[in-house]
């Protein structure tokens, strides 16, 4: 049996990234040309990043982070949305320069966020109905195996194994296996 290729995730949207830099460079108080150095990068190379423009690596947004001394996950996570599904092997993803190694941030967790993380394995049958947590409250969630139908009422979604999805956590949501030994990871954040 021959395997098929995994399938490239698509590259990010740089506008994304430029709204990112532009954001944190400034809230750091830096030049472009301070960042650059700090980050051992170009000038212009930073500067067609802002400008929306190049196919930055895993290395060099990784050292534009540290340099301004944000998580990668800023520079790179898209803007929100209230209920947001990541398919296996879709999203967009930041290759490296060293390694057949592609990144794809799922999530990342915001400044003064604490998150819960549990392993549920459940069966086909009666959906878990959730109340709502306290305010402020997201849920991530990636399937392991089987499948699942979770969210919030009116806007659930079914997912395979490796898709990803995140939604209001303080509102009304429910969980139900649709396939025998399905499991799933559940990262419940707080703010």
Same mark, same amino acid.
């Given at each position: 049996?021959?395997?098929?290729?995994?399938?490239?995730?698509?590259?990010?949207?740089?506008?994304?990234?430029? *709204?990112?830099?532009?954001?944190? !460079?400034?809230?750091?108080?830096? +030049?472009?040309?301070?960042?650059?150095?700090?980050? #051992?990068? *170009?000038? $212009?190379? %930073?500067?067609?990043? /802002?400008?929306? +423009?190049?196919?930055?690596?895993?290395?060099?947004?990784?050292?534009?982070? &540290?340099?301004?001394?944000?998580?990668?996950?800023?520079?790179?996570?898209?803007?929100?949305q209230s209920v947001? &599904?990541? !398919?296996? #092997?879709?999203?967009?993803?930041?290759?490296?320069?060293?390694?057949?190694?592609?990144?794809? %941030? %799922?999530?990342?967790?915001?400044?003064?966020?604490? !998150?819960?993380?549990?392993?549920?394995?459940?069966?086909?049958? $009666?959906?878990?109905?959730? /109340?709502? @947590?306290?305010?402020?409250?997201?849920? @991530?969630?990636?399937?392991?195996?089987?499948?699942?139908?979770? #969210?919030? +009422?009116?806007? /659930? *979604? /079914?997912?395979?194994?490796?898709?990803?999805?995140?939604?209001?956590?303080?509102?009304? @949501? $429910?969980?139900?296996? %649709?396939?025998?030994?399905?499991?799933?990871v559940l990262i419940?954040?707080?703010?």
């Open positions: 049996m021959t395997e098929s290729p995994a399938r490239t995730p698509d590259r990010l949207p740089m506008e994304w990234i430029a *709204a990112s830099l532009k954001r944190e !460079r400034a809230r750091a108080g830096l +030049s472009l040309s301070e960042l650059a150095k700090r980050a #051992g990068i *170009a000038k $212009s190379t %930073l500067s067609q990043l /802002e400008a929306g +423009s190049g196919n930055p690596s895993v290395e060099t947004i990784w050292a534009l982070g &540290v340099a301004l001394g944000v998580p990668f996950g800023t520079l790179v996570e898209p803007p929100t947001q &599904v990541i !398919r296996a #092997g879709e999203g967009p993803g930041v290759a490296s320069e060293q390694a057949s190694f592609v990144g794809t %941030l %799922l999530s990342a967790c915001p400044p003064g966020a604490r !998150r819960d993380i549990f392993q549920i394995r459940a069966e086909p049958g $009666s959906a878990r109905e959730a /109340e709502p @947590h306290i305010p402020g409250t997201v849920e @991530h969630l990636i399937v392991g195996t089987g499948r699942v139908k979770a #969210g919030p +009422s009116g806007e /659930e *979604a /079914e997912l395979a194994p490796g898709d990803y999805m995140t939604y209001r956590g303080d509102v009304a @949501h $429910s969980y139900q296996a %649709l396939a025998p030994d399905t499991t799933f419940m954040q707080h703010t």
